[in-house]
């Protein structure tokens, strides 16, 4: 990891006029709307539930009132810069501070710009801003998302001094397009205690610690035993999980944790190297026996595994480059 003298700050000239600090207390409509104006034919059920958040918190006067006292000592996802021009918010950069295990994580996100004023250094200029807020907030790792199809805000943030760290696609499929497993030489069996290790270890592989301060992975909720198992009935989630074998050797283990998200997420566990139809397969009986349910989502390491999720009913929706800011 990066400590916080490592994070470059861009050279930096006057503040232009045009920028400043969000006010929560009028600009979340506008930046709402730009955020879906920019990013709504790739935005995700996730984003649009972020979108109707920041829409009702604006509409909020106690939560405004709260949140307007807490922004600068606690982590709260309403702190950024816009860019204004004629009274319209065209530019805007989040920024989502995280502390995790003694850490102060800052993720820029939401990096938007109208686009009638694209290719006007816009987005870079709050990018830089951004990078220097948060180095003077005390980050110790400066972290950002940014799709694989977009080379001019790549360059972009290359050029400030972050580098790719990691590449993770996201797949969806939907209820209609389920179909049931097809039959082969691999067995379909339920959690097995002497599987769990070889699980924890691929689990770890497609899922690397680095980034768990974004996702908060928890592994030990999957592992199997009557400790876990009460854990789970006093506290009330559902879990179930398939494991793929071929010969009594473990291929694959597919997870699903039920959430109240309207996309439920599918952990996968296999052998980066390893035979593809063992994946195929789990994830087959997994949509298979969650198919009345909401839509499935997988996300997993980008160019590993695709063919056999593409073959399982599952369609690629994006992937992100995750940069960290290094020296």
């Not at 989630?237 to 694959?252: P, S, V």
């Amino acid at each position: 990891m990066h400590s916080m003298s490592s994070i470059p700050i861009p050279v930096q000239t006057a503040t232009p006029p045009n920028l400043r600090p969000l006010n929560i207390f009028r600009d979340l409509p506008q930046v709402a709307d730009l955020i879906e104006l920019c990013f709504s034919s790739t935005m995700d059920e996730d984003g649009q539930s972020y979108l109707q958040q920041m829409r009702r918190a604006s509409r909020d006067n106690s939560f405004l009132k709260w949140a307007n006292s807490a922004i600068e000592g606690a982590s709260v996802p309403l702190s950024g810069i816009v860019w204004e021009e004629n009274g319209s918010i065209v530019g805007n950069v989040s920024l989502i501070i995280h502390n995790y295990k003694g850490r102060k994580i800052t993720l820029i996100a939401n990096v938007a710009t109208h686009p009638d004023y694209r290719r006007r250094g816009i987005g870079r200029a709050l990018t830089e801003r951004a990078m220097l807020q948060a180095k003077q907030k005390g980050t110790q790792e400066l972290w950002l998302q940014v799709r694989e199809d977009n080379p001019i805000a790549i360059k972009i943030y290359r050029d400030l001094g972050f580098i790719e760290r990691a590449r993770r696609t996201t797949y969806q499929t939907y209820p209609h397009s389920l179909q049931a497993p097809i039959a082969n030489d691999i067995t379909i069996t339920h959690m097995k205690p002497q599987f769990w290790m070889l699980q924890r270890h691929w689990l770890s592989q497609a899922h690397p610690d680095e980034l768990s301060w974004y996702w908060h992975w928890d592994w030990n909720r999957l592992s199997p035993g009557l400790r876990m198992w009460l854990h789970r009935f006093f506290i009330e989630f559902d879990i179930r999980q398939w494991a793929a074998t071929k010969n009594g050797k473990l291929l694959a283990i597919v997870s699903w944790l039920g959430t109240t998200r309207p996309t439920d997420l599918l952990w996968a566990a296999a052998a980066p190297d390893g035979e593809p139809t063992g994946l195929k397969s789990a994830l087959e009986a997994a949509c298979h026996e969650l198919a009345d349910q909401r839509r499935l989502t997988i996300e997993y390491p980008a160019g590993e595994m695709v063919e056999a999720i593409q073959a399982a009913g599952f369609r690629p929706q994006r992937t992100l480059l995750w940069m960290c800011a290094t020296s």
